[in-house]
Every structure is written in C-alpha cells, then in structure tokens.
C-alpha cells in the first residue's frame, strides 16, 4: 500500500490509506515523521476521500502526531471525512482535538 | 424457522491477519443482510479484539488467535480467543486511553471502540491462560 503525500509551503497532506489498522498505521506513521522533518511542516493534514475503514490504531496515529507538531507550535488537521469516519472521530472524541474541514 | 450458522477460524497473531479476520466474519453474516453501518461497526469491533489479541497476547507471531463468529437469527455472537498473557486487572485494561503500550502510539481506546460499536462486550481473562473476547450485536434491529 503506498501513501501519497502532497507538500507546499509548509503544508504537508497525507492523503490515508483505504484501511487504516495497526498493521497499516506503522508505515504511515514512520513516512509521515519522516517527511514532517524533513520539510518542516507545520500544518498537517490528513485526507480521508479514499479511507474505508478506519480503527483505534489510526486514532493512535492522529494523536500521536498532533502531540509531536504541537510541541513545535504546529498544527494538525483533517478533510474528506466519509460517514464512517466521522463516527470513529465522534466515538473516540478527536473531532475535539483537531480542526475538521467541511467538505 | 430461525437461521443458525457457526465458523471458526484460527490463524498466526501477526498483524497482517487483523484484515483477514475482519473481512472473514464481513463476508460470513453478509448472508444476514446487515446495513452497511452494522458491518462497519463488527468490522471495527473485530478488527479491536484481535490487534489486542496479537500485541498484547502475544510475543510470538506463530501463536494461534480463534475467532468464532455464531449467528442465531438476527443475533451475531463473535468470540476472539487467544491463549496468551491474559489481563491481572480486566476493569482497568477496558478504561478508555488506558494502554500499556504507549510506546507503540496505542490510543488505549480499543475496549471503547467494542463497547461502542457491539451491543455487549465481555472479557475473560487471566494472567498467564490468555484472554476471551465474547461480543454480541443484533443486527436488522
């Protein structure tokens, strides 16, 4: 499964994977410190258009994240929540921790 | 006459399989006509117990985890078993955020996750004989 990363000034968008589990959330989270550091990115996105199923793992990931760029003054947010999505963010309490865009 | 239908599967505690096993028991009460939330919501719930099942239960990826999935009308019953560490304090592992792997970015809402998403969740466990995840859903409700 390959993650696609968009990137401007700054902005980094990881556009997730169509499953986001434990064994997915690993490689995404290692690409995506990787590509935080090396381009300084202080606002970060996570676009879900192509995310079907999603589970606590991922929440993981996202916190995780929002943690290490906060600490930086940095700031994290998500777009292209589905309805599925949208439940495991309202579950887990995380639409209270990062800014979601409307569609 | 109601529909009643059992299966069990059994395979390695590594990670690749948490997809396998949900989309196993997906495609076994698909027969039941669930919505498309029901699936997702068991799909979630499945996808929780056996990720425990496989970081916390176990160190090594041969060790077996069992799911058994029983559908008795519109009552979906699944068991998740491993026969590994088990859990000393069953009360404070389901506590949400609670984990004991926060190296690993656990967000410890695994047991939330269950319990949100099934009707009935409970856990049997103890330290050393491994860990039973019984959950239950009616689905068509």
Known sequence: MENYYEREKGSLTVVMPREIDHHQANQLRVETDMLIEAYHVRHLVFDFSKTEFMDSSGIGVIIGRCKNLGYQGGEVSAKNLNDRIQKIFLVSGLQKIIKVEEN | ?141
Request: charged share 30%; proline share 4%; glycine share 8%.
């Open chain 2, 1 to 141: 006459m109601q529909n009643r239908n059992q299966m069990k599967l059994e395979f390695d505690a590594r990670s690749v399989n948490e997809g396998f096993a949900r989309m196993a028991v997906a495609a076994f009460i698909a027969e039941e006509n669930p919505t498309l939330d029901e699936i997702s919501d068991i799909k979630t719930a499945v996808s929780e117990a056996v990720t425990n099942a496989i970081i916390h239960g176990y160190d090594d990826p041969e060790q077996k985890v069992a799911v058994i999935c029983k559908i008795e009308g519109r009552n979906v019953e699944i068991v998740v078993e491993d026969k590994g560490k088990g859990i000393a304090d069953v009360k404070t592992a389901m506590e949400p955020f609670y984990t004991t792997r926060p190296e690993l970015e656990r967000s410890g809402m695994g047991f939330a996750f269950m319990e949100a998403f099934m009707d009935e969740v409970q856990v049997i466990s103890a330290p050393g004989e491994g860990t039973k995840v019984i959950m239950r859903k009616k689905i068509g409700a």
